[in-house]
């Protein structure tokens, strides 16, 4: 086993290298693929590949080599960067973005894979780079999906002026397309960020939800993902409602597959929040998030819960001395004063926090002592949770692994955060301002794929 107490176990990620966004998920012949992008060199000097990983159950991943790699004088010749991928009659097709130094965008590339999504052959340009006159600054990042018997693409942009957009473009074939503009205005509300990168849609009957990752040019403020909500009208979306799609600071580019069989799941990629060198150090950087079902709720917030398959990772239930993997399950009802807290402490005097707010229906997460290492980031995070105002109740699970914790509500919040304790587990669990009804139930997790810094699944890439 590694001595690295804050490597993943079951969160997917190779041993080494960087791994940013998650990329592609599709499902052929019953079995998840799982695409992200990953440079072998955790300092992210090489060029990006797409990683790639598999599993049978969402739970447990067989580890690949990578399914597509640039081509030396290819459009792709620096990077094979964000996509997604679609099933046709002739194989597995991948959307993606071409890295080229010195080329102002991300050219728009398709590639096929006819053995099952283990290899992608060379790529080719199906969509036009934007016009000079367009002014677009930054352009990237395809999302492909079929319906009405047609295939529509997003593409990311961002233009000087104008703002962020997710551009539109139609095919009845896959390789001529026709661009339409942007799907989603700016507005008050949906005017964040210079650029969005990773558009995502997924439709919920008459209602649709615009994913898009918010990224600053000057990197001025936190890059965040965002549901823009509402009706489709022609080509465009009528936005309803505009919120943060997780309240935590390291979740980003969120990648969806519209149709997960229990309806649409969502992976992000897990930021690191701790200085570059000490993950040079380490010899990793980045994971990616445990799957989440989404939902629509009644007033057009989009909803997301850990999927039912991570049940699975359960082991016997434990005490208040935990490991470095393992899941809280609280059910809560009849609160009306003390805040309930929930702390993991080391027996270095390090702290995370986790409390809910009764008084305000809010939920807080505080990092700010839960490291002694000065290259750890700090600060508390707080969403609203404004149902417990008037129910006195609330569910809540968290997962822990190694230096990440998924938060998820029983009301569809969520909130991903990174910590770095120095002092390795076992940690202690503590409970406060708890009532004679609440149900606390606490599992170790089992480690799905990895001994040491190689994975106990098949294969590697």
Request: net charge negative; charged share 20%; with cysteine.
């Given at each position: 086993?590694?001595?690295?107490h804050h490597f993943p176990r079951y969160h997917p990620r190779p041993p080494t290298g960087y791994v940013n966004d998650p990329n592609g998920p599709v499902r052929i012949d019953g079995r998840w693929h799982l695409y992200f992008q990953y440079t072998h060199d955790t300092a992210?000097?090489?060029?990006?590949?797409?990683?790639?990983?598999?599993?049978?159950?969402?739970?447990?991943?067989?580890?690949?080599?990578?399914?597509?790699?640039?081509?030396?004088?290819?459009?792709?010749?620096?990077?094979?960067?964000?996509?997604?991928?679609?099933?046709?009659?002739?194989?597995?097709?991948?959307?993606?973005?071409?890295?080229?130094?010195?080329?102002?965008?991300?050219?728009?590339?398709?590639?096929?894979?006819?053995?099952?999504?283990?290899?992608?052959?060379?790529?080719?340009?199906?969509?036009?780079?934007?016009?000079?006159?367009?002014?677009?600054?930054?352009?990237?990042?395809?999302?492909?999906?079929?319906?009405?018997?047609?295939?529509?693409?997003?593409?990311?942009?961002?233009?000087?002026?104008?703002?962020?957009?997710?551009?539109?473009?139609?095919?009845?074939?896959?390789?001529?397309?026709?661009?339409?503009?942007?799907?989603?205005?700016?507005?008050?509300?949906?005017?964040?960020?210079?650029?969005?990168?990773?558009?995502?849609?997924?439709?919920?009957?008459?209602?649709?939800?615009?994913?898009?990752?918010?990224?600053?040019?000057?990197?001025?403020?936190?890059?965040?993902?965002?549901?823009?909500?509402?009706?489709?009208?022609?080509?465009?979306?009528?936005?309803?409602?505009?919120?943060?799609?997780?309240?935590?600071?390291?979740?980003?580019?969120?990648?969806?597959?519209?149709?997960?069989?229990?309806?649409?799941?969502?992976?992000?990629?897990?930021?690191?929040?701790?200085?570059?060198?000490?993950?040079?150090?380490?010899?990793?950087?980045?994971?990616?998030?445990?799957?989440?079902?989404?939902?629509?709720?009644?007033?057009?917030?989009?909803?997301?819960?850990?999927?039912?398959?991570?049940?699975?990772?359960?082991?016997?239930?434990?005490?208040?001395?935990?490991p470095a993997q393992f899941e809280v399950e609280l059910e809560l009802s009849g609160h009306r004063g003390e805040p309930t807290r929930m702390s993991l402490g080391t027996s270095a005097g390090e702290r995370l926090d986790v409390v809910v707010d009764w008084a305000t229906g809010?939920?807080?997460?505080?990092?700010?002592?839960?490291?002694?290492?000065?290259?750890?980031?700090?600060?508390?995070?707080?969403?609203?949770?404004?149902?417990?105002?008037?129910?006195?109740?609330?569910?809540?699970?968290?997962?822990?692994?190694?230096?990440?914790?998924?938060?998820?509500?029983?009301?569809?919040?969520?909130?991903?955060?990174?910590?770095?304790?120095?002092?390795?587990?076992?940690?202690?669990?503590?409970?406060?301002?708890?009532?004679?009804?609440?149900?606390?139930?606490?599992?170790?997790?089992?480690?799905?794929?990895?001994?040491?810094?190689?994975?106990?699944?098949?294969?590697?890439?």
């Open positions: 086993m590694s001595a690295d992210h000097t090489g060029s990006v590949v797409w990683g790639h990983a598999s599993s049978a159950d969402l739970v447990s991943w067989r580890y690949h080599r990578p399914a597509m790699s640039p081509q030396p004088y290819g459009a792709d010749r620096n990077g094979c960067w964000s996509g997604n991928t679609v099933l046709t009659d002739d194989g597995v097709v991948a959307f993606y973005s071409g890295m080229r130094q010195g080329h102002r965008y991300q050219s728009v590339l398709s590639a096929l894979s006819t053995d099952g999504g283990e290899s992608f052959g060379p790529p080719h340009q199906v969509v036009a780079d934007p016009e000079p006159s367009e002014q677009v600054e930054q352009f990237r990042d395809p999302f492909v999906w079929r319906e009405g018997g047609r295939w529509s693409m997003l593409v990311g942009a961002g233009a000087v002026p104008g703002g962020p957009s997710a551009r539109l473009y139609t095919s009845d074939d896959l390789e001529k397309w026709a661009y339409h503009g942007s799907f989603a205005t700016p507005d008050e509300r949906t005017g964040l960020g210079d650029m969005w990168e990773c558009p995502q849609l997924v439709s919920f009957g008459d209602h649709e939800a615009l994913l898009v990752s918010a990224y600053e040019f000057d990197r001025s403020a936190a890059n965040r993902v965002l549901a823009v909500t509402g009706r489709r009208s022609g080509h465009e979306l009528i936005p309803e409602r505009v919120g943060k799609v997780d309240a935590g600071p390291d979740f980003y580019a969120a990648s969806v597959l519209r149709e997960g069989g229990d309806g649409p799941i969502m992976w992000g990629w897990v930021t690191e929040s701790r200085a570059a060198d000490w993950t040079h150090e380490a010899d990793w950087s980045g994971m990616i998030s445990l799957p989440r079902t989404v939902s629509l709720t009644p007033d057009g917030r989009l909803a997301s819960a850990p999927v039912e398959a991570l049940t699975g990772l359960r082991q016997e239930e434990i005490g208040r001395s935990v809010q939920v807080s997460i505080d990092r700010d002592q839960a490291s002694r290492d000065p290259r750890a980031e700090g600060g508390s995070y707080t969403f609203d949770e404004p149902e417990i105002l008037s129910t006195s109740t609330m569910s809540l699970r968290w997962f822990v692994d190694g230096s990440v914790g998924e938060l998820f509500t029983g009301s569809g919040r969520s909130a991903t955060v990174r910590f770095y304790p120095t002092e390795p587990p076992p940690w202690t669990l503590s409970l406060s301002g708890l009532t004679a009804t609440d149900e606390v139930h606490v599992w170790r997790l089992w480690e799905s794929g990895h001994a040491g810094r190689r994975t106990r699944s098949e294969g590697c890439p």
